[in-house]
């Protein structure tokens, strides 16, 4: 079942590193998203998946040196909501600057900023001469 895994993250991977290679902003964000969702089957992966140990243990029973280790689970859980939360703050980003410059092409979004006066030499309007 692991080496089905192993293919998913490689894919998942290649994908993500062409999606951020894009110059369109919102391609850039998913191949953000693909590429923590590769890294958090990265870590499920490597906690053991198979497992036939029951999740609880009763009364004289002990825990087996094979049961699946549950810190990569937790953290894996705090990864998705910690990546939840930036790829909902970027989105929003985005949006208000899709509103203002109504452009998504990172190249064009550099150009439309406004240029610097006082790097090329020339006074700003608001400089005194």
């Given amino acids: 079942m692991e ?6 993250i490689g894919v998942m991977a290649g994908v993500a590193a062409y ?4 110059r369109n902003v919102l391609r850039m964000v998913l191949g953000l998203l693909l590429l923590g969702n590769a890294a958090n089957l990265t870590i499920f992966v490597a906690g053991r998946l198979g497992s036939n140990v029951p999740p609880l243990i009763t009364g004289e029973q002990t825990a087996i040196a094979v049961s699946a280790n549950p810190l990569p689970q937790a953290l894996i859980l705090t990864a998705i909501v910690i990546s939840f939360s930036l790829i909902a703050f970027t989105v929003v980003l985005l949006h208000k600057a899709h509103q203002r410059l109504h452009i998504l092409d990172t190249e064009e979004m550099r150009e439309a900023e406004p240029v610097d006066a006082d790097a090329h030499g020339n006074p700003s309007s608001g400089a005194k001469q």
Avoid: C, D, H, R
Wanted: avoid cysteine.
């Fill in 19 to 22: 999606l951020l290679m894009s």
């Fill in 3 to 8: 080496p089905l895994y192993i293919v998913a």
